[in-house]
């Protein structure tokens, strides 16, 4: 049910940063239904720090979205629906009609595309898991997803350091992955400290669930330094991730407006956006500023409920002056940690470690009581759960709540599963919140931190399987905003650059069907538009059901409709 609430304050969204952009070098000659031919300029494009080509657009003052109108496309495929071609119109936000090919005459106000029976039309997409504002300051920042030692990272940073601005910011990295460096104890304070003394100097392990800080950060963030490893875990560094994210409007929104026109590019429509700040009044301003292109749903944590009861909130309203854009989602309750930084909790220890099981942040009865005062608020729950453990007393905990949750609840990660706790999910009507692109950085610390269990952890196919609704998401900025790579690791459980070789697929039978992957990250939840569906649509140059895994990650979005306006031509 949506509902809807009073206006948030408004602030000044400035002119977009200066990015680099590399041009295509040919157009594409479109025919429309009265015979005219438009041929439609070649789109500039982007090179995103994940290496994806995606469409740009001008300064966001000058920003706008293509109007909603009455389209028609004519001669077009249907992604789930075979061979035949068909007419699609599209009219007041709505799938109106779908018809056989010619058997529908084209009204007179359409604007009408011709796919020449060669390209697709099918729904838009999703990515279920985003911390969207932190993804989009990711290519202001170093990442060391490759670096080998911490003897590479320091120096790397020493590099980089003089280029950054002295801007009161901090000056973060990203994504260090020290399951096989010989010097893990060498990243810590002191080491930071001597490249860094005076600005906040942060670099986040992968998974951001832990982090290594200098003095000047450690101070920032409210540690003392003196004799401090410079390393916070889980709710210190969440806390730290708060206010390394308090970054100015100004720069912030900027930022976000590029990341959602490079997902829009992607064929993305949708996100839940679950970034540790409380952002409802964010995305309200940035609608209200130009940042139109996504439909976005705010997760909020524990520290923000009190708020968010005393203002009325509920899952699913709707907040005014966003055009219907921005809705409030669930109540995010975070119970374990990471396989990373091996505090994702466990039925047995680490190796190496005999009293380390990870940790589970709440007793059971807590979180029941957690869970039970957001329902009663009118919350769904997203639950993250990775280790065996804690999705075990996950479930368990959501069997023992007083009233079931409201429809749209998940675990998150859901990374590894005890199989015999699997029917829980079914029964409970849960949805698995699976991040694909995890399984591909996890899969030599799954054998290091799980050994003998690794053909328990990323289980999608026997999720499927069992009957649980699947949801794709990136987590970014743990991994990137890209469902088409996602798409393909859930289908062909392989990395870019591997596909071609032999045996490559890491524990092949949990292999998602093209179907299964495809329904989890479309915008109904459905293979195929149908009549009265929301008109989300993306127009594709081949069958995402045949494709290859090459074939998905090289996918090039002609068009992005967002409600019957185009959020991305390229046509």
């Excluded at 590399?22 to 157009?27: D, E, F, V």
């Excluded at 061979?83 to 779908?98: H, K, N, P, Q």
């Amino acid at each position: 049910m949506e509902r809807h609430f009073l206006s948030s304050s408004v602030h000044p969204l400035p002119s977009r940063l200066d990015f680099h952009h590399i041009t295509r070098s040919h157009g594409r000659t479109l025919r429309l239904w009265n015979r005219t031919v438009a041929t439609i300029g070649p789109p500039r494009t982007t090179l995103t720090a994940a290496g994806r080509v995606l469409a740009s657009h001008p300064p966001a003052h000058r920003q706008t979205s293509l109007a909603m109108s009455t389209t028609l496309f004519t001669n077009a495929r249907l992604v789930g629906r075979g061979d035949e071609t068909y007419s699609v119109l599209v009219r007041g936000g709505r799938i109106a009609f779908i018809e056989a090919s010619g058997s529908a005459s084209p009204p007179p106000d359409a604007k009408v595309h011709d796919l020449a029976g060669s390209s697709f039309v099918a729904p838009s997409l999703i990515d279920a898991h985003t911390h969207f504002p932190t993804w989009a300051m990711a290519a202001k920042r170093i990442d060391f997803y490759t670096a080998k030692s911490a003897a590479e990272v320091l120096d790397r940073v020493r590099a980089w350091l003089p280029e950054q601005p002295d801007d009161g910011l901090f000056v973060v990295g990203q994504r260090m992955r020290v399951g096989e460096w010989p010097d893990v104890a060498d990243m810590n304070r002191l080491a930071l400290d001597s490249l860094e003394t005076v600005r906040p100097l942060v670099l986040f392990f992968a998974g951001f669930h832990s982090l290594c800080a200098n003095s000047a950060a450690l101070k920032r963030i409210g540690f003392e330094p003196e004799g401090h490893s410079g390393v916070l875990e889980e709710a210190d560094c969440f806390g730290a991730w708060t206010k390394i994210g308090q970054i100015p409007p100004a720069v912030l929104d900027v930022a976000v407006d590029l990341a959602a026109r490079n997902a829009a590019a992607m064929g993305i429509t949708e996100i839940l956006d679950l970034e540790m700040d409380f952002n409802i009044d964010h995305w309200t301003r940035r609608v209200q500023k130009g940042t139109d292109v996504l439909r976005v749903r705010c997760g909020l944590y524990e520290q923000h409920l009190p708020s968010a009861i005393a203002a009325g909130y509920k899952t699913g309203d709707v907040l005014p002056n966003t055009q219907g854009l921005v809705t409030v989602g669930p109540h995010k309750i975070i119970t374990d940690g990471s396989l990373g930084s091996r505090t994702a909790c466990c039925h047995d220890p680490y190796p190496n470690e005999p009293e380390n099981f990870g940790h589970f942040e709440y007793e059971p009865k807590t979180l029941k009581s957690m869970m039970e005062k957001a329902i009663d608020a009118g919350f769904a729950l997203a639950v993250h759960a990775i280790g065996d453990k804690a999705n075990q007393l996950t479930l368990q905990t959501f069997a023992s709540l007083s009233k079931p949750a409201l429809p749209g609840s998940s675990i998150e990660h859901a990374q590894l599963l005890t199989f015999s706790d699997i029917p829980l999910f079914t029964g409970l009507g849960l949805i698995a919140s699976i991040q694909p692109a995890h399984m591909v950085d996890d899969r030599e610390l799954c054998s290091q931190f799980w050994p003998g269990r690794e053909h328990r952890a990323y289980a999608f196919k026997t999720l499927a399987d069992a009957g649980v609704t699947l949801k794709l998401g990136s987590d970014a900025p743990v991994a990137k905003v890209d469902p088409w790579d996602a798409l393909a690791v859930a289908i062909f459980r392989t990395a870019a650059g591997e596909e071609d070789l032999p045996s490559s697929a890491w524990h092949p039978e949990q292999c998602l069907t093209p179907s299964e992957a495809w329904r989890a990250v479309t915008s109904n939840g459905k293979i195929s538009l149908e009549v009265g569906d929301r008109a989300d649509v993306v127009v594709l140059p081949m069958d995402p059901l045949k494709a290859d895994a090459k074939e998905l990650r090289s996918m090039q979005v002609m068009g992005t409709m967002l409600g019957g306006r185009w959020t991305h031509f390229a046509m």
